[in-house]
């Protein structure tokens, strides 16, 4: 062993870059998390691939952004929410606490790279969006698609983040994740259509599906854009705040 | 050293030692000032490498370092070309504690102060020159005599008696259930210390305060001198720990968990050195596999690994051997005395009376949270042979075993 003398303190640059790595290696070999992530919403764009089926759901744009809502809601809810609670359960952070790395570090980490993958994943389904319905973009609106990916992705690993602080067993974020995640969908889905009245119609436009799908739709047609929008990102860092105090304030490192 | 009248002169007329007083209390920014107000010192601010190097002063032709938390042993000599200059590093001074010692050596060509106990941290010259060492705040006053200490080797001595673990007055409650009372103990560097004690008797609990994975109640923990709370991240670099549930990302390998950890500790490891040090846990096979695909043996050693990827000053093992098959089992023990013949001092937990026995130089019982009793396993069981209790459950000649159910009681805990 070495002396004390010897003893190096890791740099924060060190610890960072050691977790991301390892965070990205961990998420890579995840097929689950892939899944959850690109499965959903490249299925929603090709089964709404005709101009006929995207016309119910609101037009090409609209399904794009749904699309791509839909990719956040279930990678942040069964995945990011899931792979945080299994790694606390299975005592995954406690073995991280006894080292050097900062606890913040841990936590920054995993949020930096769900917002990473989030963005890679919009990009992927915009790419595909717009070859399949064959929808036109200018420079600017791709650059908004990524802007409003980062705060949307925000809002959904906040929501995932809330869940965990809630929640502390891995088996109850799971089935938890999962109703959420249908709840919203079915929100999102029948909510906007005006099926269920009037007064879930607006629920739905301003639950946090609702804000993100609606930002998108707008983005990828700019002429569009109004005063709602603003609204909406208002609505976006309302729930992108609440949410974070609530993951952060009732987080525990530990499950027992 | 160029004015140690100045330094001297200062301190003879105690004008010194009261703002010294006040320095247990200051931080490192009033530390700076005070050498800058009281010595006329030239003092240079440093960035350094990552944060460690916090400053340069210059008093006449000395020339010191201050430095926090992490001690470099080279590439720290501030000497000009043509001056005569010394170096001391100073090792985390939240408190200003390191800087009253600098003043005390500054004036005295060194000072050592050994009296009481709870030295908590250390001066060190790596050229060879003068150090000093100063005990913890309450007893302030006394400390950092100005008699010379004379050589290198002596403050070696010395600096090897500073204990590796200090915990004081530890104090560890969830809620309204308090799992550790008042806990005081000091593990010597080199040492392998014991800790025994029934199911929920606290064993973990103050593992946990010591691994910094809780916040005690009150009381203090100091590793090597620095104290955990002030000193986190500096107190935890000098640690590794084997927990009792040992698990990592079961997505990564073997390589990529022994990477992020080696990064974490700060050791530079290439895929050789890291191939090299699975294959000497006998890992090597296993280097590519998921962690998930590891039998429980493997893991306990992968484990292992990880916590001596560092080679840290103290090594923390929870219940080491529980799941572990006799080779297992054996093949850790084999490792402890490694550690040990390398001067690692060790604190673990366990429930195997032989064991404690055969590996531990001393060990602690402990029962509901209280210390009852810490001596080595041969002196235990003479100071307790003749406890009524110990003989009432010894069978012929008394056992560290019958000590332990002796004290603690025979009633099954949870």
Avoid at chain 2, 182 to 194: K, M, Q, S, T
């Amino acid at each position: 062993m070495a002396s004390s003398a010897l003893v190096a303190r890791p740099s924060l640059h060190l610890i960072l870059t050691s977790l991301l790595r390892a965070d990205s290696l961990a998420l890579l070999k995840n097929p689950r998390r892939l899944l959850l992530s690109y499965l959903l919403p490249l299925l929603m764009l090709l089964v709404t691939g005709s101009s006929k089926s995207a016309s119910h759901l609101g037009g090409a744009v609209y399904v794009i952004g749904l699309s791509i809502a839909y990719g956040l809601v279930s990678a942040s809810l069964m995945g990011y929410a899931f792979t945080v609670a299994r790694d606390r359960e299975s005592g995954v952070f406690q073995r991280l606490r006894v080292t050097p790395a900062p606890a913040w570090t841990i936590m920054v980490s995993r949020i930096v790279l769900q917002l990473v993958s989030s963005l890679v994943m919009a990009i992927v389904v915009v790419f595909v969006g717009i070859q399949i319905h064959h929808v036109a973009l200018a420079a600017d609106e791709y650059l908004l698609v990524l802007a409003v990916s980062v705060l949307g992705g925000a809002v959904f690993v906040a929501i995932g983040q809330a869940l965990v602080g809630l929640v502390k067993s891995a088996d109850t974020v799971n089935a938890a994740g999962r109703i959420l995640f249908i709840v919203l969908i079915l929100l999102g889905l029948f909510g906007r259509s005006g099926l269920l009245g009037s007064l879930w119609e607006s629920i739905s436009s301003w639950s946090p599906v609702g804000v993100v799908m609606s930002l998108y739709a707008d983005v990828l047609n700019l002429a569009t854009w109004n005063g709602s929008d603003w609204l909406s990102i208002v609505a976006c860092v309302g729930y992108l705040f609440a949410c974070a105090y609530v993951g952060i304030r009732w987080f525990k490192w530990e499950a027992r | 050293m160029t004015e140690p009248g100045l330094v001297a002169g200062l301190i003879d007329s105690r004008a010194v030692t009261s703002i010294q007083t006040e320095l247990w209390v200051a931080h490192a920014g009033e530390a700076l000032k005070f050498y800058r107000e009281a010595f006329g010192a030239t003092v240079t601010r440093c960035d350094g490498e990552g944060d460690d190097i916090v400053a340069k002063l210059e008093v006449g032709d000395a020339c010191f370092w201050i430095v926090s938390g992490n001690l470099r042993a080279s590439g720290s000599s501030g000497a000009a070309p043509g001056r005569t200059s010394r170096t001391l590093l100073i090792v985390d001074d939240p408190d200003g504690v390191a800087t009253r010692a600098l003043a005390a050596g500054a004036a005295a060509q060194g000072s050592v102060d050994k009296t009481g106990g709870g030295l908590t941290l250390g001066i060190i010259d790596p050229f060879g020159h003068e150090w000093g060492i100063c005990k913890p705040r309450q007893t302030a006053n006394a400390v950092c005599s100005t008699e010379p200490t004379g050589t290198g080797e002596a403050s070696e001595e010395a600096a090897n008696q500073l204990p590796i673990l200090a915990i004081s007055n530890l104090t560890v409650a969830y809620g309204s259930t308090v799992a550790v009372r008042d806990l005081n103990l000091a593990i010597a560097r080199g040492e392998i210390f014991g800790l025994l004690g029934p199911n929920g008797a606290g064993k973990t609990s103050t593992l946990s305060a010591v691994e910094g994975l809780l916040t005690p109640r009150s009381g203090t923990v100091s590793v090597d001198g620095l104290s955990l709370k002030a000193n986190t991240i500096a107190a935890k670099a000098r640690m590794g720990v084997q927990l009792q549930a040992t698990s990592f990302q079961v997505e990564l390998s073997l390589k990529q968990i022994v990477r992020l950890y080696a990064g974490l500790y700060g050791v530079a490891m290439g895929d050789r050195e890291i191939l090299a040090g699975l294959r000497e846990a006998g890992l090597g096979a296993e280097a590519t596999k998921p962690f998930k695909q590891l039998s429980g043996g493997q893991q306990q050693r992968l484990s292992l690994f990880v916590a001596m990827i560092h080679e840290p000053a103290l090594l923390l093992l929870d219940e080491p051997t529980s799941g572990l098959d006799p080779q297992s089992r054996r093949q850790l023990w084999t490792n402890i005395e490694r550690i040990r013949e390398n001067g690692g001092s060790i604190l673990l937990t366990t429930h195997s009376m032989e064991e404690a026995q055969a590996v531990c130089d001393r060990v602690a019982i402990i029962d509901q949270g209280s210390l009852l009793t810490a001596a080595t396993p041969a002196r235990l069981i003479e100071m307790h042979k003749d406890d009524p209790r110990v003989r009432a459950v010894a069978h012929g000649e008394v056992t560290l075993e019958d000590v332990f159910i002796g004290l603690t009681g025979s009633a099954i805990r949870g």
